[in-house]
């Protein structure tokens, strides 16, 4: 018997055994059924990737599914019997079986019949669903027309009719409205908001809640926390070093551009290359920092080019998952291996990021190129200062004028004696002392002036160049500086002691930072006047000493001057100098020198306000081209063969007249051609407001994705996304504006069976909130809430000790002392290498992330019983209660779930709520140490009228109210 035969034998068995049901008649969908079984369980040996693929052989597309060979094809369509593939899978000899043992896979009993008739049925072939261009479909007719309000619905009841399915009645009005201001905001309703719902007349009251909520600002920052996750926004870089950063302007900018409904094709050519756009304007670059989220690794011994190559990988593979829904990492070394991406379109994609001016050197957490993001204030005050230091300059250019025609004011004259203890001193003719000799480690110039007739109010040292000092400047040292460490005048009397001149301040020209003229009358020897400013000193410089009195010299009298070096700086001393008198109790140079300390202190000023700007890394090109190749194995060093920017031929190919560069590759993402980004995007909306997406993995639109449940639906909003001007707002009413938005949550135990992960949608989403919002929440209901938009990380509560023991101990958590403490949860300071412990089902912002993740695990009750943050918004909630002197305890009783389920207690849970206050009254008593150390949880200030047994009562009921099951979900 021939091999051919006895497969045949085989599998007619196999049939017969499986049955020839109904179903066998009915048409096979080879996208939704047949291709998943392949790419499952084929692909890995016969798909993309030519280095594993074996015998040849491709399955992934129609040519090599039907290719012949030596007699025989994979897939004879209409003849099962001969095809290669039905003989393999349906083998039961071990070398011949496919797929094979030693793979660890294999199809079932089912799978093989589905194959089996789609071979039979002619083996249509069809496009993976996900590249081919949506259109927007017609609506299907439905059994009950009355129930869809927009398209949505129309969809979705055609798929409820083909299960036999029936949508669930609606919620009740309180359990929508708090669903909706969840979804649009974040938070709950306010119990004035729920009123304000409630009372209003019916007709189209639910649509004004829905423009309320979508106008609020809070609404940008609920749709700017995905969108986070999504950029692997943090404030540090990661890695062991983890130093901080500023990119908190770029998080800002994601909140205005939400809020200002950007349509989302600007938003996204805005952040993928908005430096390109013709005469790009501040926030358009700004946006750039999308791309500039990565980590950057500091770490010794790292490469430079290595880290380079690493940071594009991650903007690539960031941008392939965010807007195109595809897995592009493992293609960094070699073909996809399940769809049609090879490692030569990877890197023809990198090319698109390769030419920006980055180096990867350095771990410098602001690395360029970088754009300066001054606030509100900051502009004001740096306007200010400038006008102020206009101000200044044109006043001392008139006290300059005046100075001129005042120079006879002062007068010099040699001294009687002069001396220095180690140097040797002598005049020149305009009066001036020049110093020469061997250069001193230290020295002292002494001297001594007589027979001076005028008064003496303030004394000029003028410091001059002369060609004999170091560059031809006014002193002896190496850098050409001095520093005059001491500057006393005594009045010398014969017969008496030395009587010192009490010099009341100094001024000078120029003075080096921590060097200025007031150290040389301080009588320390550490510190002293000093000129260096970084550079060469090519000018004469000057300091006034005024006297606290002025003085008169007697006959017989002299004034001694001595001028001390003796600085830790060896060899500074003075090369050249000028002593000058003058009798005028405010000399014209005074001015001068108070309005250079005046313009130097602005200067200052100005400059301690600019280093204050965030700094935010942006996106820029450098002039010279980069070289793209193909990097062996995604090695830095390991090139390949050179590549130009591309796309994967799967997809549409860029327009010929465009730019090959980021912005070409940002427009033609937002393009009509392209097949996925409106797709991809829709889909995270919709798995944002109803829990899971029409594509389950919103990460992975690739042929290892889930199918959509609802293709037709999936599209017809793709298209309206597209067709509305890409307005996000638009989609989003459309989607909590419809019945499918508005049904139920409860699920009858039929329902619970035929589909319990609600993907059919015949009820409302129910699902576990995140712990950013629960946190949210908590802090609105209890009146902590300091509701600010933007601005820097915040350091809200956290345990001690977290960050040093991930930081090697280089990093102490400054935990906040004021009302930063209760901001919104969008605003905390996020480290990248341990995130904020309080949102323990984040992401964790080290690569980009854009599916949510919810956990009821012991650590969610374990931070809603226990952490600070919900101790005390417990505290604060009971004292806001108790302070309310309206009504008595079932008052207060309506007001506490009124304030945290936005709902009215029923009388049964007003008469338990009641009883377990008393209980907790009763353990309080026996208990008030604990009483008292519960309510000194918090740095909020306690109001110390309240009983405190009462209020920590109410705080254990408050608490057991915010770790409800109806809290903590979304009904």
Not at 158 to 165: F, G, I, M, P
Not at 224 to 236: E, I
Not at 288 to 298: E, K, V, W
Not at 468 to 491: H, K, P, W
Request: aromatic share 10%.
């Amino acid at each position: 018997m021939n091999r051919k035969f006895i497969f045949a034998c085989a599998v007619y068995l196999a049939i017969f055994s499986l049955g020839q049901n109904s179903s066998w008649a009915q048409e096979v969908d080879f996208s939704r059924e047949i291709q998943p079984i392949l790419s499952d369980n084929c692909f890995l040996c016969h798909g993309p990737d030519i280095s594993t693929r074996k015998a040849k052989m491709r399955l992934d597309i129609k040519e090599g599914v039907l290719q012949e060979r030596d007699g025989w094809a994979p897939v004879y369509p209409g003849n099962p019997d001969d095809s290669e593939i039905i003989l393999r899978i349906f083998s039961e000899i071990e070398n011949d079986v496919m797929p094979p043992s030693d793979s660890h896979l294999a199809l079932t009993a089912e799978q093989k019949k589905l194959i089996y008739r789609w071979i039979e049925q002619g083996a249509p072939w069809a496009e993976h669903w996900a590249y081919v261009a949506p259109t927007q479909p017609d609506f299907r007719e439905v059994s009950d027309p009355s129930w869809p309000r927009n398209a949505i619905d129309y969809f979705v009841m055609a798929r409820l009719d083909r299960e036999k399915l029936t949508p669930s009645p609606p919620a009740d009005e309180q359990t929508l409205l708090c669903r909706l201001s969840l979804d649009l905001t974040g938070f709950a309703p306010t119990p004035a908001e729920r009123a304000e719902f409630l009372e209003a007349p019916d007709g189209n009251r639910w649509q004004q809640q829905i423009d309320r909520l979508l106008a609020s600002p809070r609404y940008g920052e609920r749709m700017a926390w995905p969108w986070l996750d999504a950029a692997r926004y943090a404030d540090s870089n990661g890695y062991q070093g983890d130093k901080d950063r500023t990119m908190w302007p770029w998080r800002d900018w994601v909140v205005r551009a939400f809020n200002q409904n950007l349509p989302f094709d600007q938003f996204t050519v805005w952040q993928l290359a908005g430096d390109l756009l013709d005469n790009p304007t501040q926030e358009q670059k700004l946006a750039t920092a999308f791309l500039r989220n990565h980590m950057i690794n500091g770490e010794g011994g790292r490469i430079a080019e290595e880290n380079r190559v690493e940071y594009i990988f991650d903007q690539l593979e960031t941008v392939g998952t965010t807007w195109m829904g595809l897995t592009m990492n493992c293609c960094r070394c070699h073909d996809h291996k399940f769809d049609p991406i090879s490692q030569e379109n990877y890197f023809q994609l990198f090319a698109f990021f390769n030419q920006t001016e980055v180096t990867g050197g350095g771990d410098n957490p602001s690395t360029a190129p970088m754009m300066e993001i001054p606030g509100q204030e900051q502009l004001r005050r740096i306007e200010d200062l400038q006008k102020r230091l206009n101000t200044v300059e044109r006043q001392r250019t008139e006290v300059l004028r005046q100075v001129a025609s005042a120079q006879a004011e002062w007068k010099s004259s040699k001294p009687k004696e002069l001396r220095a203890e180690h140097q040797d001193l002598s005049f020149l003719d305009d009066d001036s002392i020049l110093v020469s000799g061997t250069n001193a480690e230290k020295d002292i110039y002494s001297l001594q002036y007589r027979d001076w007739s005028e008064p003496i109010a303030a004394i000029r040292l003028e410091a001059k160049r002369h060609e004999s000092m170091t560059a031809g400047g006014i002193a002896r040292s190496d850098s050409g500086n001095f520093v005059l460490t001491g500057f006393e005048a005594q009045l010398l009397t014969e017969g008496s002691a030395p009587e010192s001149v009490k010099i009341q301040y100094a001024r000078a020209s120029v003075e080096q930072n921590g060097f200025e003229v007031a150290g040389a009358i301080d009588d320390d020897s550490a510190s002293g006047w000093a000129v260096w400013q970084g550079q060469p000193i090519t000018s004469d410089q000057v300091a006034i000493f005024y006297l606290q009195q002025p003085i008169q010299l007697q006959p017989g009298q002299s004034l001694q001057l001595t001028l001390r070096h003796e600085s830790v700086h060896e060899y500074h001393n003075l090369g050249r100098f000028r002593i000058s008198f003058t009798n005028a109790v405010q000399p014209e140079e005074l001015k001068w020198l108070s309005m250079n300390e005046q313009h130097e202190q602005l200067d200052n000023e100005m400059q301690s306000v600019r280093s204050a700007i965030p700094r935010v890394m942006i996106m820029q090109e450098q002039v010279h081209q980069r070289r793209t190749f193909v990097l062996s194995s995604g090695l830095y060093n390991q090139p390949k063969q050179e590549v130009l920017p591309g796309l994967p031929s799967v997809l549409p190919a860029l327009a010929m007249d465009n730019r090959m560069d980021r912005l070409a590759l940002a427009q033609w993402l937002v393009s009509p051609e392209n097949p996925l980004t409106s797709r991809v995007i829709v889909n995270r909306l919709w798995a944002q407001v109803f829990g899971v997406g029409l594509v389950k993995t919103t990460d992975n639109f690739g042929s290892q994705g889930e199918r959509p449940t609802h293709p037709e639906l999936l599209d017809w909003l793709a298209v309206e996304f597209q067709r509305s001007g890409w307005d996000v707002k638009h989609m989003m009413r459309l989607m909590v504006d419809s019945a499918t938005y508005r049904q139920s949550s409860q699920r009858s135990a039929e329902l619970q069976e035929l589909d319990p992960k609600n993907r059919l949608l015949a009820r409302g989403a129910r699902y576990r909130l995140p712990s950013w919002m629960i946190r949210d929440h908590a802090l609105q209901a209890s009146g902590l809430l300091v509701d600010q938009i933007g601005g820097p990380g915040n350091y809200p509560y956290q345990p001690a000790g977290v960050w040093q023991e991930f930081t090697f101990q280089t990093r102490t958590y400054p935990q906040a002392k004021d009302a930063s403490l209760y901001r919104r949860s969008l605003y905390t300071f996020w480290r990248r290498i341990v995130a904020p412990t309080m949102f323990f089902d984040s992401a964790t912002r080290q690569s980009c992330s854009v599916t949510e993740r919810r956990t009821n695990t012991p650590l969610h009750a374990l931070s809603t019983l226990n952490d600070t943050t919900y101790i005390e918004a417990s505290r604060f909630l009971a004292q806001r209660i108790l302070q309310n002197p309206a009504g008595g305890e079932t008052a207060r009783i309506r007001e506490a779930f009124l304030l945290v389920l936005s709902r009215l207690p029923s009388a049964s849970e007003t008469e338990l709520i009641k009883s377990s206050l008393q209980r907790l009254r009763q353990q309080f008593q026996g208990a008030s140490f604990e009483a008292e150390q519960l309510l000194q949880v918090g740095a909020s200030a306690r109001d110390q009228n309240i009983d405190a047994i009462e209020h920590a009562a109410w705080t254990s009921m408050a608490l057991a109210l915010f770790n409800l099951d109806e809290t903590l979900t979304k009904e």
